[in-house]
């Protein structure tokens, strides 16, 4: 049974860090792809990052880009996600998911949906 765990959020001021991490757990290979989104008040989820666990090819949604970073350790049991000089409008619950089917990028651009979802952590960037 897969099942993916966040954790890392918390309350920063813009300007600052945080490091998000998923757990993963239940996969027989290491050909899934794991995703970051988030969904801040009243707005959509969108893509933020995502990795290929086989290989640690990442895609970045343009708009962090330069700020975030994905990654996963080498025993693939986590994917970190670093986000740096934090901005106000990055203030959101951020999920972590996995898929199987297809590249990082179509998931994170929104053309498919990832198969499952941890439950979330919160992000809130303030001063």
């Known amino acids: 049974q897969v099942q993916l765990v966040e954790s890392g959020g918390g309350l920063v001021q813009p300007g600052g860090s945080l490091n998000l991490s998923c757990e993963v757990s239940?996969?027989?290979?290491?050909?899934?792809?794991i995703g970051w989104f988030r969904q801040a008040p009243g707005k959509e989820r969108e893509g933020v990052s995502c990795i290929f666990m086989h290989d640690r090819v990442a895609y970045v949604k343009e708009s962090v880009k330069g700020r975030f970073t994905i990654s996963r350790d080498s025993a693939k049991k986590t994917v970190h996600l670093q986000m740096n000089n934090l901005k106000l409008e990055d203030t959101a619950v951020y999920y972590c998911?996995?898929?199987?089917?297809?590249?990082?990028?179509?998931?994170?651009?929104?053309?498919?949906?990832?198969?499952?979802w941890g439950k979330g952590t919160l992000v809130t960037v303030s001063s």
């Open positions: 998911a996995d898929a199987v089917g297809y590249v990082c990028a179509d998931y994170i651009e929104g053309y498919y949906d990832m198969d499952y």
């Open positions: 239940g996969f027989s290979s290491d050909y899934y792809r």
